[in-house]
């Protein structure tokens, strides 16, 4: 069974920073693209930042400049550094994940999410 756990969200100032963590775990043999979403009330869920396995990234245009993200393979864990944030973001924050099972098989994962409110 493969799970993804995020953790790191909670309250912010305007103007802070806040680092989101994932961390999969199971039989997992590889880790292909992983993925933030995003998704405020009311609104669509939206992809925020992704990371290819060699590191190849992509950003929102709303975040590009103040979002980082960042992946340590060895430990099967995505990152999100989160600077000068906005009250625009909050939002609860998903981790996603193209995972390959030792099986073989394949699938789409998600974790459970993690609240992030920026607010004075």
């Known amino acids: 069974q493969v799970q993804l756990v995020e953790s790191g969200g909670g309250l912010v100032q305007p103007g802070g920073s806040l680092r989101l963590s994932c961390a999969a775990s199971?039989?997992?043999?590889?880790?292909?693209?992983m993925v933030w979403y995003r998704q405020a009330p009311g609104k669509q869920r939206e992809l925020v930042a992704a990371?290819?396995?060699?590191?190849?990234?992509n950003y929102a245009d709303s975040v590009k400049g103040r979002f980082t993200i960042s992946r340590d393979n060895a430990k099967l864990t995505v990152y999100l550094q989160m600077n000068s944030l906005k009250p625009e973001d909050t939002a609860v924050y998903y981790c996603?994940?193209?995972?390959?099972?030792?099986?073989?098989?394949?699938?789409?994962?998600w974790g459970q999410g993690t609240q992030v409110t920026v607010s004075s």
């Open positions: 199971g039989s997992i043999f590889k880790i292909n693209d």
């Open positions: 996603n994940a193209d995972i390959m099972k030792y099986s073989l098989a394949r699938g789409d994962y």
């Open positions: 990371i290819t396995r060699g590191g190849t990234t």
